[in-house]
């Protein structure tokens, strides 16, 4: 974020105006959709990106939602099948985020994705959401606007109360009307929920004509950055390296010799937004031993140290 103080937006041309402004710029900006309010960023800006994950304080880089204007923005993002057209129309604008194939060269930042080749993404049915995406004109990632382990934001207050000393902007949109987050529906292979939320499983599988696979557990989201399938990188990895063995690669941190460099300077944030563009590049440059400098384990670097320790636990 910048280093004005967060002000509070109307939801009208001036109030849209400036928000927008706010994120091309690279700022955060929380806004209100039907379901939740959500802390966007541009979701092409890596450091933007990061942002959303130092203000919600975040241990971990679960991926993110890109909000787009409709259907046919979203045909830019992600690769639809017959499923996923269907449940667009049934269910766009509204509470269901439906999961996709990657477009690849669309311009996201990996940081949204967290690596993986699919993304998330939902059209919201909030005037204010609508007309602020418009305005932007871009895609806008954005999780629910709190702190990290905290309850989700319903209402403008909520997202002062939780993030107001660190984001930009609220619009305030008023209360949202549905109060839980979108349902999550993975269109990679056979439809199946992934979150609980906001459209019932019921009226998907009427939708689809078959029952819809739930979760196990509703109230356990299947998170990716849990997942086996969640990215890694091809070679082996050796964290908190004090000095590099024959053959390593080295990630580096701060003022080290490495072969890639998350941030030179030592800046968390910059190092964040570069983690998994370095982690494909180590992949493109067939780094077979990556050793990575130590990082401190505190703001966002505990996101990163969790996803490197994924990336370095023993793998089947
Ligand atoms: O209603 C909502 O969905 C709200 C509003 C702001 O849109 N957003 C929201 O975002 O709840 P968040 O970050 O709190 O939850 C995003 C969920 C996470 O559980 C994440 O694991 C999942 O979406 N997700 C994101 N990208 C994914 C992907 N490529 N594959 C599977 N799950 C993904
Ligand atoms: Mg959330």
């Avoid at 939801?11 to 927008?20: K, S």
């Avoid at 995406?133 to 990632?141: H, I, T, Y």
């Avoid at 078959?210 to 109230?219: K, S, T």
């Avoid at 990575?292 to 490197?308: E, K, T």
């Amino acid at each position: 974020m910048t280093n004005t103080p967060m002000q509070i937006l109307a939801p009208d041309a001036a109030g849209l105006t400036t928000a927008a402004g706010i994120l091309r710029a690279g700022g955060l900006v929380a806004f209100g959709t039907e379901t939740v309010y959500g802390l966007g960023a541009d979701a092409r800006n890596d450091t933007a990106v990061a942002g959303i994950y130092a203000a919600k304080g975040r241990p971990s880089f679960n991926p993110l939602i890109v909000h787009l204007s409709d259907l046919a923005t979203a045909e830019q993002y992600c690769v639809f099948n017959d499923d996923a057209r269907a449940l667009a129309a049934a269910f766009w604008p509204g509470a269901m985020t439906l999961v996709l194939p990657l477009r690849q060269g669309a311009g996201i930042s990996k940081l949204v994705t967290a690596g993986l080749d699919t993304l998330a993404i939902r059209v919201p049915d909030h005037k204010v959401a609508r007309d602020f995406l418009e305005k932007f004109d871009g895609p806008v990632a954005a999780p629910s606007a709190n702190p990290s382990g905290r309850i989700s934001p319903t209402n403008a207050d909520h997202v002062i109360a939780g993030l107001g000393d660190k984001i930009d902007a609220v619009i305030d949109g008023g209360p949202c009307g549905v109060g839980v987050e979108s349902t999550i529906v993975s269109c990679v292979g056979k439809p199946a929920i992934l979150r609980a939320g906001g459209i019932p499983a019921e009226a998907i599988s009427a939708c689809l004509g078959h029952p819809i696979a739930v979760p196990d557990d509703p109230d356990m989201p299947q998170s990716p950055g849990q997942l086996a399938s969640h990215y890694a990188p091809k070679g082996q990895v050796r964290l908190n390296a004090q000095q590099i063995d024959p053959g390593e690669t080295l990630l580096g941190f701060g003022a080290v010799d490495a072969t890639l460099n998350l941030s030179p300077s030592g800046d968390l944030t910059e190092a964040a937004a570069h983690l998994f563009d370095c982690l494909h590049q180590l992949d493109a440059m067939g780094a077979t031993r990556i050793a990575v400098s130590p990082i401190p384990d505190h703001g966002l670097g505990r996101a990163i140290n969790d996803r490197l320790k994924r990336a370095a636990a023993p793998r089947d």
